[in-house]
């Protein structure tokens, strides 16, 4: 008699995870809107200057959402807070490629001189007096869900919780800031501390990488990035990859004419081109990293959304700034570095005070919602208060606010301060 010997086969492997046809939609739409800049880029084609502001205009806004969904799902392959500082790097590429052509073509036209800072320092201020609040809000309005089921004590809608890790941005972001008051004090932006600001950006990126997570484990990423990463391994770095290139080439292609276009825009619309530099250029170039961090508001994860704003920021007064003078000077302008006049003192003035009041709001690893209300006012202010004395005046309530807020939360200055020089399981960055 034969014994039958019965075998299991073996289950079939579950399909790999494939991206929706809704995602690809999204991608090809984006394509789509920068397919004109790229014609008009290839042929020459520019009917006139507010035609041009639109086109291109467009095109890097669609290309910075690329770079953020990329940027957001290579997390996937990139984890702690390295991932952070790199997503806020790449997230404000677009504004980089339009504040390093300002700084290239004053080199030889000292009439853009003054739209390098325009530019830095409209999108500094408005990420922290719009886009941090915006992230507060949004965070605290999702934290009463979880009052309401007892997940969370009431005070969760009222204050902000940081993550622990965020220590060590703060105390760059507050180093930083300090630093900024020599911008105005020297009047330029000298080659030699744009190098100094160069070595600290990365100090700043390799300190970052030997930060461990609060919790040690990965969030869950949803949407187009979640989209990206349910990829298989190999399918999913491809295609980031290529989303980088393609949105990094048009954002290149298209900085130059659109960097053009707001200049001469002003005359065509009857508006200061200094404005349009100082606030729309940011608007189209800074809207995706907005929105990354608003969907990470709303996923219940407003520390990290912060976080990633707080990183940009580092990124802008490291990387950015130290960047203007030796663009400056590749293009042709002397190497005592970057020039400013009158009103870029006052600017850049205004906008270190603004970052100082910043870090003594959040150096608590506490953001109360009345902090965010009275950052926001405090924006408003400015777009009413345009005169020299009146900024000077705004940027001494600034700091003077600071201090106030800072003897406040003066327990937690020193282990903040001292972040980036312990080591990450130091109780100090706990």
């Known amino acids: 008699m034969t014994d039958t010997i019965a075998v299991q086969s073996p289950a079939p492997a579950a399909p790999a995870p494939r991206m929706g046809a809704s995602a690809w939609g999204r991608i ?16 020459g084609f520019a009917p006139n200057p507010v035609v041009d502001l639109l086109v291109f205009g467009a095109a890097v806004v669609a290309a910075s959402f690329l770079l953020a969904w990329a940027a957001e799902a290579a997390q996937k392959d990139i984890a702690g807070a390295l991932a952070i500082a790199i997503l806020a790097l790449i997230a404000v590429l677009p504004e980089y490629a339009v504040d390093l052509y300002y700084a290239f ?63 060590v941005d703060i105390a760059f972001l507050a180093l930083l800031a300090v630093i900024a008051f020599l911008i105005p004090a020297m009047g330029s932006i000298p080659m030699w501390f744009g190098f100094v600001l160069l070595a600290a950006f990365v100090l700043y990126l390799w300190r970052a990488s030997k930060t461990a997570d609060d919790d040690g484990e990965d969030e869950e990423l949803v949407g187009m990035a ?77 520390g990290a959304a912060i976080g990633t704003l707080i990183a940009s920021k580092v990124n802008q007064w490291s990387l950015l700034v130290g960047s203007l003078p030796i663009a400056h000077v ?23 005070s603004q970052t100082v ?7 608590a690893l506490r953001f109360h919602r009345w902090s965010a209300i009275a950052l926001v006012a405090l924006f408003a202010v400015q777009f009413v208060v345009t005169d020299t004395s009146g900024r000077w005046v705004l940027s001494i309530v600034h700091l003077v606010v600071a201090l106030v807020v800072l003897w406040i939360s003066r327990r937690d200055v020193v282990p903040t301060i001292t972040a980036p020089f312990r080591r990450p399981s130091s109780p100090a960055l706990r």
């Open 357 to 363: 009041l910043g870090v003594a709001i959040i150096i």
């Open 105 to 167: 073509r004053s080199g030889s036209d000292p009439a853009y001189e003054q739209f390098a800072a325009a530019n830095m320092t409209g999108s500094n201020r408005l990420l922290l007096g719009f886009g941090w609040p915006l992230v507060v809000v949004i965070s605290l309005l999702v934290a009463r869900r979880f009052v309401r089921v007892g997940a969370l004590p009431a005070s969760a809608t009222r204050v902000l919780e940081l993550e622990r890790s965020s220590r």
């Open 28 to 43: 090809a739409i984006c394509f789509a809107i920068a397919v004109p800049a790229v014609v008009f880029r290839l042929t």
């Open 226 to 302: 979640g989209n990206l990463a349910s990829m298989p391994q190999r399918a999913r770095r491809w295609t980031i990859v290529a989303l980088f290139v393609v949105a990094a080439a048009v954002i290149l292609s298209s900085a130059e004419p659109f960097a053009d276009a707001l200049v001469q825009s002003g005359g065509a619309l009857g508006i200061d081109s200094y404005f349009l530099v100082q606030w729309l250029a940011p608007l189209a170039t800074e809207a995706p990293e907005f929105i990354v961090a608003a969907l990470f508001a709303l996923r219940g994860m407003g």
């Open 330 to 352: 590749l293009g042709g302008g002397t190497t005592g570095g970057l020039p400013l006049d009158g009103r870029q003192v006052e600017e850049f003035m205004l906008t270190a």
